[in-house]
């Protein structure tokens, strides 16, 4: 059997934020190791504030680390140069919580975006992409279902349709690795569960690795086949869904409120 590649590495990753005026600063990750192997469908879990979209951005070293040590598909994050992180960042797609499409181009030229890390800035920027990567942009938009879509400029599609560019831009890439920061957040539960339909998919059929960030956790246990859950920047949890009890999701997610209770009854 061969044995697979490790995609990931973290050790003692800690990460801490710029001090803001009269704020204290604590870490918003400390003490991350961890490995993530090709293939994996990672769900990453915990309450607002616990530190998965720190964890997920760090990835592609768009923050970083302040400790600890950082591989990412064997380039070390931490070390490396801007040239590298380009690299980087061209085998691990995100999708944005905010999306971050350009608004005035259309679903296409936005998804023919995800090709930029192939051809260069300026013949993207020319529009001189080849015919093949227009035809890739096309077909993967049709498969997301937006096939009346392709040229309507984003300003003019619902959040739901936005989504569905941000994904196909994050697949138009071909990457090794996806990142999806929270997913859900402005879609229905049908069109969630398409978009986690294909990225699942792309996980089994292509060994896509699959990172993403969920607030449902019944979601990630129908998806996933790892959970990593963080609480205050730490792991407190990173095993199989089914090992995964309810008494540690409430003191994951009833943190504060017990604080409060406990606090009352003094
Ligand atoms: N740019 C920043 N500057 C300073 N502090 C930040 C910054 N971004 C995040 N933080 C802080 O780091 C901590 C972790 O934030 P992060 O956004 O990673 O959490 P999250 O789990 O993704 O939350 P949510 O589910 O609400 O998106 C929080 O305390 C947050 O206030």
Redesign the pocket.
Known sequence: MTSKKKLIKAEQLEIV?PK?KGSETTP?LQDISLTVEEEEFIAVI?K???????FLRSLTGFVRPSAGKLVVNDIDVMRTSKKKIYELRRNVATIYQSFNLVERMTALDNALCGRLGYIGNIRGLLGLFPKKDKEFAYRTLVDLGLEDRVHYRVDQLSGGERQRVAIARALVQQPQIVLAD?PAASLDISLTKFVLNTLKDLNKQNGLTVLV?LHDIELAKMYATRIIALQRGRIVFDGEPEKLTEDLLEVIYNEYEHGEASKSNE
């Open positions: 934020y803001r918003a915990g607002s504030g616990a530190g998965k979209t720190t929270e960030n």
